[in-house]
């Protein structure tokens, strides 16, 4: 198998369609009000949408070194779920259009800090805009999870490349103006896009198109829901926890 049909597949399949349900569910734990399984599961879409992202590009979406396959094997960074190194990956690709809100890098900030936070190791906090916000990222990420490389034959001219028109035309402003009705060129039929043609009652559905700007079948331009404003503090930030003598046993039944 050639290697750009394979890594294609697996950025479709195990990165950005898996991403596709980490989103759902990401919005679904919105709406119950649960911020740190939220905040995981955010962090989870867009770290696979990056990696997706990177694949389609013949980039690394595991060693953030920029080492070529088969050197310095041994002790190679990373990326984990670094979303900022990602990110900076992903901006290294030169002709590549990342066309983003300019909140975006302190917002995946955000999710590196909190997202893995499944124990609540750390105090966290919510102010309320978290779903309006990772809503954009996904649409933002998401239209670049796929591959630009198209080339086409005219007659018996010779094979054309359409990377660069196709580049040139989603970084088109124009294209924000409606979001959930902007499509990619039709490309990408992944998870979302099947989901979207469910029956209205389908849960998976209802839970991504619930007061959603940027995916949906029509263009909504004004929201009305409740925002999940909260914090916390875990139980190791009390006086207690400074007692060594408390401490040290505790530590023979939890690892901090």
């Not at 596709?20 to 649960?34: F, K, P, T, V």
């Not at 970084?171 to 959930?180: H, I, L, Q, T, V």
């Not at 043609?197 to 559905?205: G, L, V």
């Amino acid at each position: 198998m050639n290697l750009k049909i394979a890594l294609h597949a697996i950025a479709q399949e195990t990165f950005r369609d898996q991403a596709d349900g980490d989103y759902i569910s990401a919005r679904m734990n919105y709406r119950m009000e649960l911020r740190e399984q939220f905040l995981w599961a955010s962090l989870q879409a867009c770290e696979k949408y990056l990696k997706a992202i990177l694949l389609f590009n013949e980039k690394s979406a595991r060693f953030c070194d920029g080492a070529k396959p088969g050197e310095q094997k041994k002790r190679r960074p990373e990326f984990g779920h670094d979303l900022h190194k990602l990110l900076v990956a992903v901006q290294e690709i030169t002709d590549l259009p990342l066309d983003k809100p300019e909140w975006l890098t302190e917002f995946l900030g955000y999710l590196n800090r909190f997202g893995n936070n499944r124990y609540l190791s750390i105090a966290t906090y919510a102010v309320g805009d978290e779903l309006r916000r990772i809503d954009e990222v996904v649409w933002t990420l998401r239209r670049l999870c796929q591959s630009f490389d198209w080339f086409v034959t005219c007659g018996d001219g010779p094979e054309k490349n359409h990377r660069p028109r196709l580049l040139a035309q989603i970084s088109n402003p124009e294209r924000r103006k409606n979001p959930a009705l902007e499509r990619p060129f039709g490309a990408i039929d992944g998870h979302l896009e099947k989901v979207l043609k469910r029956p209205h009652r389908d849960m998976a559905r209802r839970a991504l198109v619930w007061n959603n700007l940027f995916f949906a079948n029509r263009q909504r331009h004004r929201l009305s829901y409740l925002h999940l404003s909260s914090s916390a503090n875990p139980p190791q930030t009390r006086d207690w926890f400074n007692t060594p003598a408390i401490t040290q046993v505790i530590e023979e039944y939890v690892k901090f």
